[in-house]
Protein backbone atom coordinates (compact mmCIF):
# COMPACT_ATOMS: atom_id res chain seq x y z
CA UNK A 1 0.00 0.00 0.00
CA UNK A 2 1.49 3.05 -1.08
CA UNK A 3 2.41 5.64 1.65
CA UNK A 4 -0.04 8.69 2.25
CA UNK A 5 1.52 12.10 1.46
CA UNK A 6 2.00 14.95 3.73
CA UNK A 7 1.86 17.93 3.21
CA UNK A 8 4.15 20.62 5.36
CA UNK A 9 1.91 21.32 8.57
CA UNK A 10 1.44 25.03 8.25
CA UNK A 11 1.99 27.66 10.68
CA UNK A 12 -0.53 28.75 13.06
CA UNK A 13 -0.45 32.20 14.06
CA UNK A 14 0.90 32.29 17.58
CA UNK A 15 -2.04 34.85 18.55
CA UNK A 16 -4.21 32.57 17.86
CA UNK A 17 -2.35 30.05 20.38
CA UNK A 18 -1.81 32.91 22.98
CA UNK A 19 -5.36 32.36 24.59
CA UNK A 20 -5.75 29.04 24.64
CA UNK A 21 -1.91 27.63 25.64
CA UNK A 22 -2.69 27.71 29.54
CA UNK A 23 -0.22 26.81 32.18
CA UNK A 24 -1.30 22.78 32.44
CA UNK A 25 -2.69 22.09 29.23
CA UNK A 26 -4.36 23.84 26.17
CA UNK A 27 -8.31 24.84 26.61
CA UNK A 28 -10.85 27.21 24.24
CA UNK A 29 -14.14 27.92 22.59
CA UNK A 30 -14.75 25.25 19.52
CA UNK A 31 -14.38 26.43 16.92
CA UNK A 32 -13.58 30.12 17.27
CA UNK A 33 -10.53 29.51 19.86
CA UNK A 34 -9.71 25.81 19.15
CA UNK A 35 -10.71 24.21 15.69
CA UNK A 36 -9.07 20.73 13.56
CA UNK A 37 -6.42 22.54 12.06
CA UNK A 38 -4.94 24.33 14.94
CA UNK A 39 -5.45 20.89 16.64
CA UNK A 40 -4.00 19.04 13.80
CA UNK A 41 -0.94 21.77 14.26
CA UNK A 42 -0.12 20.63 18.17
CA UNK A 43 -1.01 16.98 17.45
CA UNK A 44 2.31 17.07 14.97
CA UNK A 45 4.72 19.42 17.33
CA UNK A 46 3.31 17.04 20.16
CA UNK A 47 4.91 14.20 18.18
CA UNK A 48 7.74 16.00 17.54
CA UNK A 49 8.46 17.03 21.28
CA UNK A 50 7.53 13.41 22.76
CA UNK A 51 10.21 12.18 19.53
CA UNK A 52 12.76 14.82 20.45
CA UNK A 53 12.67 16.19 23.59
CA UNK A 54 10.34 14.12 25.77
CA UNK A 55 12.63 10.68 25.06
CA UNK A 56 12.47 7.85 22.56
CA UNK A 57 8.62 7.54 21.49
CA UNK A 58 7.24 5.00 18.43
CA UNK A 59 3.51 5.70 19.24
CA UNK A 60 1.01 8.48 20.97
CA UNK A 61 -2.10 7.58 23.06
CA UNK A 62 -5.00 9.71 22.08
CA UNK A 63 -8.53 9.53 24.72
CA UNK A 64 -10.91 12.09 24.56
CA UNK A 65 -14.25 12.89 26.54
CA UNK A 66 -17.98 13.11 25.79
CA UNK A 67 -17.88 16.63 24.36
CA UNK A 68 -19.49 16.40 20.58
CA UNK A 69 -16.41 17.82 19.50
CA UNK A 70 -14.35 15.38 20.82
CA UNK A 71 -14.16 12.96 17.65
CA UNK A 72 -13.52 15.64 15.05
CA UNK A 73 -10.63 16.95 17.36
CA UNK A 74 -9.04 13.62 18.07
CA UNK A 75 -8.68 12.47 14.91
CA UNK A 76 -7.23 15.86 13.72
CA UNK A 77 -4.85 15.00 16.93
CA UNK A 78 -4.02 12.11 15.49
CA UNK A 79 -3.21 13.37 11.80
CA UNK A 80 -0.72 15.58 13.41
CA UNK A 81 0.44 12.81 15.41
CA UNK A 82 1.11 10.04 12.37
CA UNK A 83 2.19 12.65 9.98
CA UNK A 84 5.35 12.88 12.26
CA UNK A 85 6.25 9.16 11.40
CA UNK A 86 4.45 8.03 14.86
CA UNK A 87 1.91 5.67 15.46
CA UNK A 88 -1.34 6.47 17.25
CA UNK A 89 -3.41 4.10 20.04
CA UNK A 90 -6.47 5.50 20.12
CA UNK A 91 -8.49 4.77 23.33
CA UNK A 92 -11.58 6.25 22.12
CA UNK A 93 -13.90 7.37 25.43
CA UNK A 94 -11.84 7.19 28.47
CA UNK A 95 -11.39 9.32 31.51
CA UNK A 96 -7.96 11.65 31.74
CA UNK A 97 -7.07 9.31 34.63
CA UNK A 98 -7.58 6.74 32.41
CA UNK A 99 -5.66 8.05 30.03
CA UNK A 100 -2.53 8.99 32.17
CA UNK A 101 -2.65 5.27 33.54
CA UNK A 102 -2.30 3.75 29.80
CA UNK A 103 0.84 6.62 29.38
CA UNK A 104 2.16 4.69 32.82
CA UNK A 105 1.19 1.92 32.19
CA UNK A 106 2.61 1.18 28.66
CA UNK A 107 5.48 3.96 28.77
CA UNK A 108 3.98 5.92 26.21
CA UNK A 109 3.45 9.90 25.49
CA UNK A 110 -0.58 10.40 25.54
CA UNK A 111 -3.19 13.47 25.24
CA UNK A 112 -6.50 13.31 26.58
CA UNK A 113 -8.99 15.71 24.22
CA UNK A 114 -11.33 17.32 27.39
CA UNK A 115 -12.33 20.68 28.64
CA UNK A 116 -12.68 18.91 32.19
CA UNK A 117 -15.50 21.06 34.06
CA UNK A 118 -15.88 23.24 30.91
CA UNK A 119 -19.32 24.20 29.53
CA UNK A 120 -20.46 22.04 26.09
CA UNK A 121 -18.72 24.56 24.05
CA UNK A 122 -15.12 24.42 25.10
CA UNK A 123 -12.43 21.31 24.39
CA UNK A 124 -9.13 21.06 25.40
CA UNK A 125 -6.49 18.85 25.15
CA UNK A 126 -4.20 17.61 28.35
CA UNK A 127 -0.76 16.26 27.33
CA UNK A 128 2.28 13.78 29.42
CA UNK A 129 5.02 11.96 28.25
CA UNK A 130 5.78 8.57 28.68
CA UNK A 131 5.38 7.24 32.53
CA UNK A 132 2.61 10.03 33.10
CA UNK A 133 5.17 12.65 33.12
CA UNK A 134 3.19 15.84 33.40
CA UNK A 135 3.55 18.45 30.25
CA UNK A 136 3.22 22.22 31.40
CA UNK A 137 4.05 25.23 30.54
CA UNK A 138 7.85 24.88 32.65
CA UNK A 139 7.57 20.82 30.89
CA UNK A 140 7.31 21.28 27.51
CA UNK A 141 4.21 23.00 26.32
CA UNK A 142 5.70 26.11 25.24
CA UNK A 143 8.29 24.34 23.16
CA UNK A 144 5.03 23.08 21.52
CA UNK A 145 3.27 25.98 21.32
CA UNK A 146 6.42 27.29 19.81
CA UNK A 147 6.51 24.68 17.26
CA UNK A 148 2.78 24.51 15.86
CA UNK A 149 3.52 28.62 15.22
CA UNK A 150 6.46 27.99 13.21
CA UNK A 151 5.09 24.66 11.33
CA UNK A 152 6.38 21.40 11.26
CA UNK A 153 8.12 19.45 8.43
CA UNK A 154 6.11 15.98 8.15
CA UNK A 155 8.52 13.06 8.10
CA UNK A 156 9.48 10.57 4.56
CA UNK A 157 6.68 7.54 6.05
CA UNK A 158 3.34 8.41 8.23
CA UNK A 159 2.32 6.54 11.19
CA UNK A 160 -0.75 4.33 11.55
CA UNK A 161 -3.79 4.11 13.64
CA UNK A 162 -4.84 1.14 15.92
CA UNK A 163 -7.83 1.26 18.82
CA UNK A 164 -7.61 -0.55 22.23
CA UNK A 165 -9.56 -0.28 25.37
CA UNK A 166 -7.24 -0.24 28.73
CA UNK A 167 -10.69 0.21 30.51
CA UNK A 168 -10.37 -2.90 32.20
CA UNK A 169 -6.81 -2.70 32.83
CA UNK A 170 -7.60 0.63 34.57
CA UNK A 171 -10.41 -0.59 37.05
CA UNK A 172 -8.12 -3.32 38.19
CA UNK A 173 -5.54 -1.01 38.40
CA UNK A 174 -7.91 1.34 40.69
CA UNK A 175 -8.90 -1.81 42.98
CA UNK A 176 -5.35 -2.44 43.65
CA UNK A 177 -5.14 0.28 45.98
CA UNK A 178 -7.68 -0.38 48.46
CA UNK A 179 -7.75 -4.73 50.58
CA UNK A 180 -11.20 -5.17 48.63
CA UNK A 181 -12.06 -7.70 51.38
CA UNK A 182 -12.62 -5.35 53.74
CA UNK A 183 -15.10 -3.58 51.81
CA UNK A 184 -18.90 -3.26 53.45
CA UNK A 185 -22.09 -3.28 51.65
CA UNK A 186 -22.19 0.73 51.66
CA UNK A 187 -24.55 2.91 49.77
CA UNK A 188 -23.01 4.82 47.47
CA UNK A 189 -24.34 7.33 44.82
CA UNK A 190 -22.42 9.03 42.29
CA UNK A 191 -23.37 12.01 40.10
CA UNK A 192 -21.37 11.82 37.11
CA UNK A 193 -22.99 14.65 35.47
CA UNK A 194 -23.29 13.01 31.68
CA UNK A 195 -19.37 12.96 31.77
CA UNK A 196 -17.07 10.18 31.71
CA UNK A 197 -17.58 9.54 35.32
CA UNK A 198 -20.95 7.09 33.81
CA UNK A 199 -18.24 4.91 31.95
CA UNK A 200 -15.91 4.29 34.73
CA UNK A 201 -17.80 4.47 37.85
CA UNK A 202 -19.59 1.40 36.83
CA UNK A 203 -16.77 -0.55 36.00
CA UNK A 204 -14.59 0.18 38.49
CA UNK A 205 -17.40 -0.57 41.36
CA UNK A 206 -18.52 -3.91 39.34
CA UNK A 207 -17.54 -6.88 41.68
CA UNK A 208 -17.35 -4.60 45.06
CA UNK A 209 -19.62 -5.29 47.38
CA UNK A 210 -21.55 -1.33 47.34
CA UNK A 211 -25.10 -0.47 46.27
CA UNK A 212 -23.85 1.43 43.60
CA UNK A 213 -26.59 3.96 42.64
CA UNK A 214 -25.35 6.39 39.14
CA UNK A 215 -27.05 10.05 38.59
CA UNK A 216 -26.96 11.11 35.36
CA UNK A 217 -24.50 8.46 33.94
CA UNK A 218 -25.23 8.76 30.35
CA UNK A 219 -22.69 10.51 27.83
CA UNK A 220 -23.67 13.80 26.92
CA UNK A 221 -21.25 16.66 26.27
CA UNK A 222 -24.23 19.10 26.38
CA UNK A 223 -24.89 18.45 30.42
CA UNK A 224 -28.27 18.45 30.07
CA UNK A 225 -28.92 18.37 34.05
CA UNK A 226 -26.18 20.28 35.25
CA UNK A 227 -22.45 21.59 34.75
CA UNK A 228 -20.16 18.58 35.28
CA UNK A 229 -18.18 20.99 37.96
CA UNK A 230 -18.51 19.47 41.56
CA UNK A 231 -15.85 22.08 43.58
CA UNK A 232 -19.69 24.91 42.56
CA UNK A 233 -21.59 23.88 45.95
CA UNK A 234 -24.64 24.57 43.44
CA UNK A 235 -23.69 21.61 41.31
CA UNK A 236 -24.00 18.99 44.38
CA UNK A 237 -27.99 20.16 45.13
CA UNK A 238 -28.91 16.91 43.29
CA UNK A 239 -26.55 14.48 44.22
CA UNK A 240 -26.98 15.84 48.13
CA UNK A 241 -31.01 15.29 47.76
CA UNK A 242 -30.21 11.88 46.86
CA UNK A 243 -27.78 10.84 49.62
CA UNK A 244 -30.86 12.23 51.90
CA UNK A 245 -33.85 10.84 49.89
CA UNK A 246 -32.43 7.16 49.94
CA UNK A 247 -30.14 6.98 53.01
CA UNK A 248 -27.16 6.40 51.78
CA UNK A 249 -23.67 6.41 53.45
CA UNK A 250 -21.75 8.33 50.23
CA UNK A 251 -22.13 10.52 47.81
CA UNK A 252 -19.63 10.74 45.27
CA UNK A 253 -19.75 13.66 42.32
CA UNK A 254 -16.76 13.93 39.29
CA UNK A 255 -16.15 16.40 37.04
CA UNK A 256 -16.67 15.86 33.63
CA UNK A 257 -13.17 14.23 32.86
CA UNK A 258 -13.61 12.01 36.22
CA UNK A 259 -10.31 12.67 37.48
CA UNK A 260 -11.50 14.62 40.12
CA UNK A 261 -14.13 13.78 43.25
CA UNK A 262 -15.86 15.47 45.45
CA UNK A 263 -17.69 13.48 48.43
CA UNK A 264 -20.86 14.26 50.43
CA UNK A 265 -21.40 12.58 53.53
CA UNK A 266 -24.54 10.28 55.03
CA UNK A 267 -26.05 13.99 56.85
CA UNK A 268 -25.86 15.61 53.28
CA UNK A 269 -22.56 17.66 53.50
CA UNK A 270 -19.90 18.43 51.56
CA UNK A 271 -16.36 17.20 52.17
CA UNK A 272 -13.58 19.91 50.99
CA UNK A 273 -11.16 18.42 48.82
CA UNK A 274 -8.45 19.66 52.16
CA UNK A 275 -10.76 17.35 53.83
CA UNK A 276 -10.76 14.58 51.45
CA UNK A 277 -6.83 15.27 51.48
CA UNK A 278 -6.26 14.80 55.12
CA UNK A 279 -8.22 11.40 55.00
CA UNK A 280 -6.53 9.89 52.07
CA UNK A 281 -3.00 11.21 53.68
CA UNK A 282 -3.96 8.98 57.43
CA UNK A 283 -4.44 6.04 54.96
CA UNK A 284 -1.80 6.41 52.64
CA UNK A 285 0.95 6.89 55.75
CA UNK A 286 -0.29 3.96 57.48
CA UNK A 287 0.21 1.75 54.36
CA UNK A 288 3.46 3.44 54.01
CA UNK A 289 4.56 4.68 57.17
CA UNK A 290 7.00 7.55 57.57
CA UNK A 291 6.01 8.69 54.30
CA UNK A 292 6.35 12.39 52.60
CA UNK A 293 2.74 13.29 51.84
CA UNK A 294 2.10 16.91 49.31
CA UNK A 295 -0.65 19.17 49.67
CA UNK A 296 -0.71 22.51 48.12
CA UNK A 297 -0.68 26.02 49.84
CA UNK A 298 -4.40 26.47 49.70
CA UNK A 299 -4.81 23.25 51.75
CA UNK A 300 -6.55 23.61 55.30
CA UNK A 301 -3.72 23.52 58.10
CA UNK A 302 -5.20 20.54 59.24
CA UNK A 303 -3.87 18.84 56.42
CA UNK A 304 0.01 18.98 57.54
CA UNK A 305 -1.32 18.51 60.98
CA UNK A 306 -3.07 15.21 60.29
CA UNK A 307 0.29 14.65 57.99
CA UNK A 308 2.52 14.79 61.18
CA UNK A 309 0.32 13.41 63.83
CA UNK A 310 0.40 10.04 61.62
CA UNK A 311 4.27 9.68 61.32
CA UNK A 312 4.67 11.89 57.55
CA UNK A 313 6.43 14.51 56.42
CA UNK A 314 4.27 17.34 55.02
CA UNK A 315 5.64 19.42 52.00
CA UNK A 316 3.69 21.93 50.71
CA UNK A 317 3.78 22.80 46.78
CA UNK A 318 2.52 25.57 44.22
CA UNK A 319 -0.64 25.02 42.48
CA UNK A 320 -1.08 22.76 40.09
CA UNK A 321 -0.69 19.25 38.35
CA UNK A 322 2.55 19.62 36.69
CA UNK A 323 4.26 21.22 39.64
CA UNK A 324 3.11 18.91 42.26
CA UNK A 325 3.58 15.89 40.01
CA UNK A 326 7.67 17.31 39.03
CA UNK A 327 7.41 17.37 43.36
CA UNK A 328 6.34 14.09 43.79
CA UNK A 329 9.12 12.85 41.51
CA UNK A 330 11.98 15.03 43.54
CA UNK A 331 10.89 13.81 46.94
CA UNK A 332 9.39 10.51 46.22
CA UNK A 333 5.87 11.35 48.28
CA UNK A 334 3.33 8.85 48.63
CA UNK A 335 0.38 10.96 47.65
CA UNK A 336 -0.06 14.56 47.11
CA UNK A 337 -3.47 16.66 47.34
CA UNK A 338 -4.98 19.84 46.32
CA UNK A 339 -7.86 21.84 47.56
CA UNK A 340 -9.54 21.33 43.99
CA UNK A 341 -10.17 17.60 44.56
CA UNK A 342 -7.45 16.63 42.50
CA UNK A 343 -5.37 13.70 44.46
CA UNK A 344 -2.13 12.18 43.12
CA UNK A 345 -0.71 8.66 43.85
CA UNK A 346 3.19 7.65 43.50
CA UNK A 347 1.85 4.29 42.55
CA UNK A 348 0.04 5.78 40.23
CA UNK A 349 2.51 6.96 38.37
CA UNK A 350 1.94 10.46 40.30
CA UNK A 351 -1.11 10.97 38.71
CA UNK A 352 -4.72 12.25 39.99
CA UNK A 353 -7.13 10.02 40.21
CA UNK A 354 -10.79 11.03 41.94
CA UNK A 355 -11.55 7.51 41.74
CA UNK A 356 -8.71 5.87 43.91
CA UNK A 357 -8.92 8.50 46.08
CA UNK A 358 -13.29 7.74 46.45
CA UNK A 359 -12.03 3.86 46.84
CA UNK A 360 -9.53 4.82 49.59
CA UNK A 361 -12.45 6.43 51.62
CA UNK A 362 -14.58 3.90 51.30
CA UNK A 363 -12.13 1.08 52.55
CA UNK A 364 -11.50 3.56 55.39
CA UNK A 365 -15.14 4.07 56.62
CA UNK A 366 -15.38 0.12 55.98
CA UNK A 367 -12.69 -0.60 58.88
CA UNK A 368 -13.95 2.22 60.87
CA UNK A 369 -17.48 1.15 60.95
CA UNK A 370 -18.45 4.30 61.65
CA UNK A 371 -20.54 7.02 59.46
CA UNK A 372 -18.69 9.16 57.45
CA UNK A 373 -20.52 12.26 59.08
CA UNK A 374 -19.00 10.70 62.39
CA UNK A 375 -15.66 9.66 60.79
CA UNK A 376 -14.65 13.19 59.46
CA UNK A 377 -14.87 15.19 62.73
CA UNK A 378 -11.29 14.47 63.75
CA UNK A 379 -9.99 15.49 60.22
CA UNK A 380 -12.40 18.98 60.56
CA UNK A 381 -10.91 21.75 62.86
CA UNK A 382 -11.15 24.72 60.79
CA UNK A 383 -13.63 27.20 58.64
CA UNK A 384 -12.85 28.23 55.91
CA UNK A 385 -13.69 31.32 53.09
CA UNK A 386 -13.74 29.20 49.25
CA UNK A 387 -12.47 30.81 46.92
CA UNK A 388 -13.43 34.40 46.31
CA UNK A 389 -12.96 36.13 42.81
CA UNK A 390 -11.99 39.78 42.68
CA UNK A 391 -11.57 41.50 39.37
CA UNK A 392 -9.13 43.74 39.39
CA UNK A 393 -7.29 45.90 36.74
CA UNK A 394 -3.50 45.19 38.04
CA UNK A 395 -3.62 42.22 40.63
CA UNK A 396 0.51 42.42 41.21
CA UNK A 397 -0.33 46.16 41.97
CA UNK A 398 -2.91 44.56 44.60
CA UNK A 399 -0.96 41.92 46.22
CA UNK A 400 1.84 44.59 46.59
CA UNK A 401 -0.85 46.35 48.68
CA UNK A 402 -2.53 43.65 50.34
CA UNK A 403 1.33 42.61 51.61
CA UNK A 404 1.77 46.18 53.18
CA UNK A 405 -1.13 45.93 54.59
CA UNK A 406 0.06 43.09 56.62
CA UNK A 407 3.75 43.54 57.04
CA UNK A 408 3.81 42.56 60.16
CA UNK A 409 2.84 39.35 59.44
CA UNK A 410 4.66 36.10 58.47
CA UNK A 411 4.14 35.92 54.47
CA UNK A 412 5.58 34.29 51.84
CA UNK A 413 5.53 34.60 47.62
CA UNK A 414 5.58 30.55 46.56
CA UNK A 415 2.15 30.92 44.89
CA UNK A 416 1.02 34.59 45.02
CA UNK A 417 0.82 35.74 48.04
CA UNK A 418 0.14 33.71 51.47
CA UNK A 419 -0.01 35.48 54.93
CA UNK A 420 0.15 33.70 58.67
CA UNK A 421 -1.42 35.90 61.35
CA UNK A 422 -1.39 32.66 63.70
CA UNK A 423 -5.00 31.72 63.90
CA UNK A 424 -5.89 32.98 60.37
CA UNK A 425 -4.23 32.91 57.50
CA UNK A 426 -5.20 33.46 53.49
CA UNK A 427 -3.46 33.17 50.53
CA UNK A 428 -3.79 35.81 47.58
CA UNK A 429 -3.28 34.44 43.54
CA UNK A 430 -3.56 35.75 40.20
CA UNK A 431 -5.47 34.00 38.05
CA UNK A 432 -3.25 32.47 35.05
CA UNK A 433 -5.83 33.47 32.29
CA UNK A 434 -8.13 36.51 33.55
CA UNK A 435 -7.70 40.00 35.26
CA UNK A 436 -8.56 38.04 39.16
CA UNK A 437 -7.25 37.60 42.05
CA UNK A 438 -8.15 35.05 44.01
CA UNK A 439 -8.50 34.88 48.01
CA UNK A 440 -8.79 31.93 50.19
CA UNK A 441 -8.86 32.06 53.81
CA UNK A 442 -9.25 30.35 57.01
CA UNK A 443 -9.71 30.70 60.50
CA UNK A 444 -11.31 29.07 63.93
CA UNK A 445 -14.41 29.84 63.54
CA UNK A 446 -17.20 30.86 60.31
CA UNK A 447 -17.66 34.15 62.02
CA UNK A 448 -13.66 35.01 62.55
CA UNK A 449 -13.82 33.73 58.25
CA UNK A 450 -16.47 36.29 57.67
CA UNK A 451 -15.08 38.83 60.07
CA UNK A 452 -11.65 38.62 58.50
CA UNK A 453 -12.41 38.32 54.74
CA UNK A 454 -14.21 41.66 55.29
CA UNK A 455 -10.66 42.96 56.52
CA UNK A 456 -8.82 41.78 53.35
CA UNK A 457 -11.34 42.80 50.97
CA UNK A 458 -11.63 46.12 52.12
CA UNK A 459 -7.55 46.31 51.39
CA UNK A 460 -7.88 44.21 48.02
CA UNK A 461 -10.96 46.78 46.86
CA UNK A 462 -8.61 49.86 48.18
Known sequence: MAAIAFAAMPPIDAARLDPVVKAYDIRGTVPDQLDETMVEAIGAAFARF??????????????????????????????????????????????????????????????QLTASHNPAQYNGIKLCL??????????????????????????????????????????AHVKSFVDVSALRPLSVVADTANGMGGLIVPAVFEGLPFELEIMYGELDGMFPNHPADPIQPENQRDLIARVLSKGADVGLAFDGDADRVFLVDDQGQPLSGSLTTAIVAKVMLEKHPGSV??????????????????????????????????????????????????????????????????????????????????????????????????????????????????????????????????????????????????????????????????????????
Open 50 to 111: ARNEGGPADRVLVGRDMRPSGEGLARAFSRGVTSQGLDVVDLGLCSTDELFFAAGHFNAPGA
Open 130 to 171: AGARPVGEDSGLLDIKAMAAAGVEPATAPGTVTHDDVLPAFA
Open 293 to 462: ILHNLICSKAVPEVIRENGGTPVRTRVGHSLIKKVMAETGAAFGGEHSGHYYFRENFRADSGIIAALVVLEALSRARVPLSEFRKPFERYAASGEINFRVEDPAVVIERVAEAFAGADQDRLDGLTVDLGDWWFNLRPSNTEPLLRLNLEAPTAADVDRHVAEVRSVIEG
